[in-house]
Structure formats: structure tokens, C-alpha cells
């Protein structure tokens, strides 16, 4: 039987991780994807295995896709949400980790508005850690799923042309969509106001520009991103309104793109304002896919990283 | 290491074809009969058997692959995640004939593995095993209905079957 190259007990990031690596969790989430579609739509593989979910910062969709990706493996699951803990009594971060730890949780899947929290926890525990959005920093498994749409849809991820558009400047998709991508050998086109895509970003192997139509025109695939209103804490555009005319991707812009491109967009939308509420609902638009597909992936992540021992050693 | 040849390809065709008469001569109902191939050498011989009967009874049957990776007992105490693969069985099991196929059976773990996901698509009628060698060891209470070749073994030893299909050539070797 062959065995994966896979060696971490941590997916903290999509930054270092190889494209063998990548690879690798991509082919693994294919066969999960088709577990989804049996009658039993369960496997033995985390059998006796307890997840924590640490959200220290609001989510329904990744921790409901990690709960059910947990329980479709047959991992034992626990949500644990700031409102409902002790971390409004004011327990630091370390103590709440340990806490877990001593209940003998195998892997604890944390959200965290600080960057960097996830691998805090991952040299602190043995538990596996998954970073499940850490800050402005990383969020790998949407990255991951992303990528695992594209390569189903398109076939290939090298040479594509992905246009990212709106809030780069405090996405953790963005980052972690930049470095899978560019990893893969797509070329990644940024693309929104000048206040949330800096010319910085050019650093990260991507075209910067603030003409939308120009970014989408010759796009394959276009990501929008959602204005993140809760993590603005000064306007960076006059209006929502506005932003929605210069911005958006509306029907008129729509036309203008290539007849096969194909739309992304991570969740929650705002109709009316990134996307037109008739794009997000078109045949391609794979906005629902990228749901199903995450599902996938995530169960790929867990079983890779709890299903060894991941031993320093490393061969059997 | 040495390495000897217990099958060359005719032997391999001729155990096949046996095999083949067996699992009609077992099955005098063979409207209900599906193969089923345990990824990855398990999955042409499953073929091959099913075109085999096929052409004895003079009817097509349905052939599925199984990936048995996820339902492994042995996860926990290996260094490396397995490679898994997705099965492809797109038929309901519900009340067929299942001939589960595999190369090599040993300890028999592997085949506790399959039946375990095969339930996860249904409810077989029954279940039969065919095993191109069985090799002996087990460590579990399972025995094989159609066997091409016995081949007693040392715990050791490995046995490869090569295919065709997946190898470029038919033929089983044991490593000493």
C-alpha cells in the first residue's frame, strides 16, 4: 500500500506548505469528495478521535464544514464559541488550549482575529492544530478548496489567469489564495480600490491594478471577496453604494468577461454590492460547489494531519 | 532478497479461468452477481473475472472498484496517512451477489476493511471472496471462496502480483 508524503500533525498556513504537499491534499480531498456522495456517507478513519473547534471569532460556514467533515470521519466534536467560555472570564488563550489538551483532544481547529495564534497553539500542544482563519492573516482550507474547484472545473491550475477582486488589504483568503495560486503557476491578477489593494502586494508575485474592467477581461476565474465591514475600522471607500458602481461585478461588466470564465466567491455575499444577485445565482457561477467541495477538502486536512503518527522518524 | 516466480501468465489465465467456472458452478442464480476489485491490483482482476463469467453465461455484469484506505484499522499506528483513492461503485449493493476480488490475501484485515465500506452501499444479499493467492497468516477469522493458487509462505516474505493493466505484464513473484 502507498503512503502519502504528508508529514505534519499542523495545517497552519498555506505559505509553507510545498506543491507536492498541495498536491497531495488535493488528490486525498477527490476521494473524500466521493464518500459525500454514498448512502453512508461515513468513514471509520478518526474512529475514537476527539476535534475541538475553537472560534474565538465569529463563523457559521467553516465550523459547521469542520463539524461535519469531523463527523463524516467519525471523529467526536466540540464547539467552542467566546461568548459560551471562559475566555470571557478572562482565561488567556494558552490556559484554554491546555484545558483541551488535558480532556485528551486529539485536534483542536482554532479561529482567531490575532495572525500567528494558531502556531502559538501548535508549539505549545500535541493535539494537531488547524488554522481555521487566524487575523488578516491565513485562512489555508479556503485557499484549499478554491483551488480544489478550479483544478476540478478547469483541470489544471498552472497558466490560468485568477482575478481576485475587492478587499485584499484585510482578507486572509486573499493572502492564502495568493500563495497557493502562485505556487501552482496561476497568474494572479488583485484588483479593487487603491485603499484595499496596495501596490505592496506586487511583492507577493502578483499584477496590482484599479481598473476592474481591465482585471476581468482576460480572467479565467474570477474570486470576488466580500467587503468586510467588521474588520474596516475607517472607510477605505466613500460608500457602499459607490463601491458597488466602480467595483462590482454587475451584468454590464459581466459581458465583458470571457464566455468560460468562471465565478468564486468565499461566503457570505453581499448581493447587490461585490456581486450582482443574478451573477452569484448563473450557471457560472460555482459560489454552492466551493460549499460542497470545502467540506471535502476539510476532511482531506483532518485525516492527514490526525490520521498518523507523524513521528519525527518519518518511514514505517 | 531473491525472488522466484510462482505464476508465470498462462498459469495466471488458466487459475482465471478456473476461478471464472467456480463462481458460476457457486452462483445458479447469477442474475444478482456484481465484482468488486480492491484498488489497486484487485480492480483488473475483478474485470477480468466478471468478463469471464460473462462470457460463459453469455451476459454483462456490473464491475465496481473499492478504495479501502479510509476504512483501515491501522491508522493510528502508522508514521505516514495512507494514499487513499475514491471507490467507484455506482450500483446499489441492495440484495446482489457481491464477488469481492483481491490479489493477495494474508491476514485478512484488508478484506474486514472491504466489507465494512461495501455495507456503506448497501445491503449485499451475500458476499464472496476470490483471492488470486492465498498466502495464509491470518489474523482474522476469514477464508476465501475461490482461490487461484495456495502459496505457503513465511511471515517475511512478500507476494506480488503483477498485471498487465497496471504492470505491463501478467505474472506473481515472491521476494525472499
Partial sequence: MTTTSWNHKDLLGIQDLTVDEINCLLDTATAFKQVGERAVKKVPSLRGKTMVNLFIEPSTRTRTSFELAAKRLSADVINITTSASSIVKGETLKDTALNLQALNTDIIVIRHSAAGAPHFLSRLLKASVINAGDGAHEHPTQALLDAFTIREKKGHIAGLNVTILGDILYSRVARSNIWLLTKLGAHVTLAGPSTLVPRVFEEFGCRVTHDIDEAIRDADVINLLRIQHERQRMTMFPSIGEYAAMFGLNKERFARTKPDAMIMHPGPINRGIEIDSEIADCGRSVILEQVTNGLAVRMAVLFLCAGGKHSPEGAE | ?176
Fill in chain 2, 1 to 176: 532478497m531473491s525472488t522466484a516466480i510462482l505464476m508465470d501468465g498462462a498459469a495466471l489465465e488458466r487459475a482465471l479461468t478456473r476461478m471464472a467456472h467456480e463462481i458460476v458452478e457457486h452462483n445458479p442464480e447469477p442474475d444478482s452477481l456484481v465484482f468488486i476489485g480492491i484498488r489497486t491490483h484487485g480492480a483488473p482482476l475483478a474485470q477480468r473475472l466478471a468478463t469471464k463469467v460473462g462470457a460463459i453465461l453469455k451476459c454483462e455484469f456490473p464491475v465496481g472498484e473499492l478504495d479501502i484506505s479510509m476504512h483501515r484499522d491501522d491508522l493510528a499506528l502508522r508514521n505516514a496517512p495512507p494514499q487513499v483513492g475514491p471507490s467507484n461503485i455506482t450500483f446499489d449493493l441492495t440484495n446482489r451477489a457481491v464477488v469481492l476480488v483481491d490479489d493477495v490475501l494474508f491476514t485478512g484485515r484488508t478484506i474486514r476493511a472491504a466489507m465494512d465500506e461495501i455495507s456503506d452501499f448497501g445491503r449485499p444479499q451475500r458476499i464472496q471472496l476470490a483471492s488470486l493467492i492465498d498466502r495464509g497468516h491470518r489474523e482474522l477469522p476469514i477464508r476465501p471462496d475461490y482461490v487461484g493458487k495456495n502459496v505457503p509462505t513465511a511471515a517475511g516474505e512478500r507476494v506480488r502480483v503483477r498485471l498487465t493493466e497496471i504492470d505491463g505484464e501478467d505474472e506473481v513473484v515472491i521476494e525472499r
